[in-house]
């Protein structure tokens, strides 16, 4: 027998909650792409967020369609029509009672028709001194009656979702019971403003007036919030009014309660929420513009609902210092947007969390920061980018399958080529003689075919040490070309980490002075308005680098797009000089006979048409022995790290 306590049907909330909420290395690719292209990994995670991952809605989209809910909500009605609905009904119960009168010869008819007469035209006033006068009609005596009951329900029911059910009736015993719960929820608030463990209190509080809160809180601060919401929504409705509107409805709201004792409770009520949640916009103004009458307790409602969707709009647009998507009240999201909006919500939550949880980012007192397995990654990439380059254009392969004495296993294996000289791999090979035949034999013994072989990779331990200076000035940023500078450095140093192990590589960045950097710190630097290019401090880092490895290779390799314009002082101070001068030209060539008559080969790429730099770079290539590349630049990163693999090629030749 089926549980009928569920509802089976298609989901209409938006993307499948149930479906995988995102692909953690794709967000993470797509992080890295914005990082390398200049962004810090704070907007580059906030711009993910805002177009959100694969299959799933993001921040603009929420945000879009919380602006048309402040459209729909704007539109609803008139928050005066409670006003319109009271003296509609006034009308009406007047002219019943003048009807009455007129069939009636009596004098005492004539006086009920003078007393009626000369009632005020402010309908607060009017419905003030009819509570004291003798209807002769039934139906206008009832009519009257119902606007204090429509009153006081109302006005009751917009702080209370469970009142307008309970005061439905005229049971004394209701409005004692109402009376009491006012009067317990002041001293639960009252106890929770000194600062008191209100646990109990609330349980036993929900235990005797839990009808009253069909919401069903789960504890004291929740049922704060809920009330709050309604009470501070009530105070933006009545200053929303004009002055003369806003004093008649509080003076019928005040006579229609009639108990000096319930009214006192609410006022207390009314404070005591202010004071726990003072951040409200109790004093706000809410701008509606719909037509349609609304009844107090639906004013309330609508102008709790624009409440809601505005602080989403504000939380949403994520513009605030400091703003996370903790801000985000999903609650609010739910009750405004849908449960959709809410899976969408929380799957961004979870993005930002699963890629620190899988150890792709890590919180560090600066924030968020990208960790060394997120650059292996991203460079990972970068390089598959290259090679893919560099094999769509014929520029050769870019492994060196070449045997020798000094040869040695790197733990991976290939197919057997025809004349590979390469030790055979006999694990991979059986392996491959399994897989190809397990679904047509049924026992051994396992053939061998020539497309099972495999030899083991081995490559010769002869090493480079490689400085790779990169330019940071902010003409590589102007021009677009900061990207593919990252990109670049990040392949070059996943090659060396991962097939020349026994390389030295070290990134070396310059514009006013020059630093060295990690493939972390080169990621995460972003563009800054700096003018000057030292070179000559990069090139006597690069010296320094290559120096402390003499028994490598030494190579040097350089991305720039202008030609040197500073240099350091003997106090080690930089100078910089646009047009660049003499002395500053004259330190640069220093440097590049240092490390020549060292022994290093100095390559430029040189990036754009800058002809004070060709100049130079022609000049230095000259002096150097090295060479000077031109590369649009999608195609800097094959240049560079084809050149790298070239010098290994060149000097192992020579070991």
């Known amino acids: 027998m089926p549980d009928r306590r569920f509802r089976y049907g298609p989901w209409d909330g938006g993307p499948d909650p149930l479906t995988s909420p995102y692909d953690v290395r794709e967000a993470l690719d797509e992080l890295?792409?914005?990082?390398?292209?200049?962004?810090?990994?704070?907007?580059?995670?906030?711009?993910?967020?805002?177009?959100?991952?694969?299959?799933?809605?993001?921040?603009d989209d929420l945000l879009a369609?919380?602006?048309?809910?402040r459209e729909e909500v704007r539109r609803r009605g008139d928050l005066a029509g409670t006003l319109d609905r009271v003296r509609q009904m006034l009308d009406q119960a007047l002219a019943a009672e003048k009807d009455t009168l007129a069939r009636d010869p009596g004098d005492d008819a004539r006086m009920h028709e003078m007393e009626l007469d000369t009632l005020p035209d402010d309908t607060a006033r009017a419905v003030r001194e009819l509570s004291s006068y003798d209807w002769q009609s039934d139906e206008a005596r009832q009519t009257y009656e119902q606007i204090q009951q429509m009153l006081r329900r109302d006005v009751l029911d917009a702080q209370f979702a469970g009142m307008k059910q309970a005061l439905s009736g005229q049971d004394p015993a209701v409005s004692e019971a109402v009376r009491d719960m006012l009067a317990d929820l002041n001293h639960l608030l009252a106890a929770h403003a000194r600062g008191e463990d209100t646990t109990d209190k609330f349980a036993e509080f929900m235990d005797k007036h839990g009808e009253f809160f069909p919401e069903n809180p789960r504890n004291t601060d929740e049922l704060i919030d809920l009330l709050a919401r309604r009470a501070a929504a009530a105070e933006r409705m009545m200053?929303?009014?004009?002055?003369?509107?806003?004093?008649?409805?509080?003076?019928?709201m005040q006579e229609a309660l009639g108990d000096p004792n319930l009214a006192s409770q609410l006022g207390q009520l009314r404070d005591n929420l202010r004071a726990l949640r003072p951040g409200l916009e109790w004093d706000a103004r809410a701008r509606m513009r719909g037509q349609e009458p609304l009844g107090y307790g639906e004013a309330v409602e609508a102008v709790a609902d624009l409440a809601d969707v505005e602080a989403l709009i504000e939380q949403l647009a994520q513009e605030h210092p400091?703003?996370?998507?903790?801000?985000?009240d999903v609650e609010a999201l739910e009750r405004q947007l849908g449960p959709g909006a809410t899976v969408d919500m929380r799957a961004l939550r979870q993005l930002e969390q699963e890629l620190e949880r899988q150890g792709y980012v890590a919180r560090g007192p600066d924030g968020l920061r990208?960790?060394?397995k997120a650059l292996r990654r991203l460079g990972e990439a970068a390089l598959r980018r290259v090679f893919q380059q560099l094999e769509s254009t014929g520029r050769g392969d870019h492994d060196d399958h070449r045997t020798g004495a000094a040869d040695e296993p790197v733990g991976t294996s290939r197919e057997w080529r025809f004349g590979d000289e390469h030790p055979i791999d006999a694990t991979r090979t059986v392996h491959n003689a399994v897989l190809r035949s397990a679904g047509t034999r049924s026992g051994p013994p396992v053939h061998l075919s020539v497309e099972d072989f495999a030899i083991a990779e081995t490559e010769r331990r002869s090493s480079a040490a490689v400085a790779l200076c990169v330019d940071l000035s902010y003409s590589m940023v102007q021009e677009g070309r900061w990207g593919p500078m990252k990109q670049t450095a990040l392949a070059l140093s996943h090659l060396v980490a991962t097939r020349f192990r026994q390389d030295a590589l070290e990134i070396i960045g310059f514009d006013r002075v020059a630093r060295r950097l990690s493939p972390v710190q080169l990621a995460e630097i972003e563009p800054d308005w700096i003018q000057g290019t030292n070179l000559q401090h990069a090139l006597m880092l690069a010296g320094r680098h290559v120096r402390r490895h003499p028994d490598a290779e030494p190579v040097i390799l350089v991305v720039t797009d202008g030609e040197p314009t500073a240099h350091l002082l003997a106090d080690g101070e930089p100078f910089f000089s646009w047009p660049t001068t003499h002395e500053t030209l004259r330190a640069t060539i220093n440097e590049v006979d240092a490390v020549t008559r060292y022994g290093a080969t100095l390559n430029f790429f040189m990036l754009g048409e800058d002809p004070g730099l060709a100049r130079f770079v022609d000049a230095v290539a000259r002096r150097n022995g090295g060479r000077v590349f031109t590369p649009d630049l999608d195609r800097l990163g094959d240049f560079v790290v084809a050149d790298y693999l070239r010098a290994r090629r060149g000097f192992r030749r020579s070991a």
């Open 32 to 59: 890295g792409r914005e990082v390398l292209s200049g962004a810090s990994l704070r907007e580059a995670l906030r711009e993910l967020l805002r177009r959100g991952p694969e299959g799933r809605r993001g921040l």
């Open 65 to 69: 369609r919380a602006r048309q809910r």
């Open 239 to 252: 200053r929303s009014l004009s002055p003369q509107q806003r004093d008649e409805l509080a003076r019928l």
């Open 322 to 328: 400091g703003a996370t998507l903790d801000d985000v």
């Open 370 to 372: 990208l960790t060394p």
